[in-house]
Nanobody
Framework: QVQVVQSGGGSVEPGSSLRLSCVAS????????MAWYRRPPGQEREYVGM???????DYAPFVRGRFIISENGPKYTINLQMNDLNSEDTAVYYC?????????WGQGTQVTVSS
């Protein structure tokens, strides 16, 4: 079993930056990667990006260099640094820990971008 806990989020104005954090605990040695997803209002969940256990990152095309996923000190603690936010980034953001087979999810964090 793996537990995933998120922190961060909130309401910001367009053009602002925000950072989300995610910590995995439990059977972390089995984790192959950790990923971020988001669910905009009224839409399906979509992939944002991921970081592998070896530190390789991948991003969805809409990120366009604005978001950075990084490890934050202890392994299996990651950040999602979001810059130049716009209204289309408004969503509930989810962190996941991927294992061979199951995927474990965080509780979700609301990010609202509005003026």
């Amino acid at each position: 079993q793996v537990q995933v806990v998120q922190s961060g989020g909130g309401s910001v104005e367009p053009g602002s930056s925000l950072r989300l954090s995610c910590v995995a605990s439990g059977s972390v040695e089995a984790i192959t990667s950790m990923a971020w997803y988001r669910r905009p209002p009224g839409q399906e969940r979509e992939y944002v990006g991921m970081i592998t256990a070896s530190g390789i990152t991948d991003y969805a095309p809409f990120v366009r260099g604005r978001f950075i996923i990084s490890e934050n000190g202890p392994k299996y603690t990651i950040n999602l640094q979001m810059n130049d936010l716009n209204s289309e980034d408004t969503a509930v953001y989810y962190c996941s820990a991927r294992l061979p087979g199951p995927e474990y999810w965080g509780q979700g964090t609301q990010v609202t971008v509005s003026s």
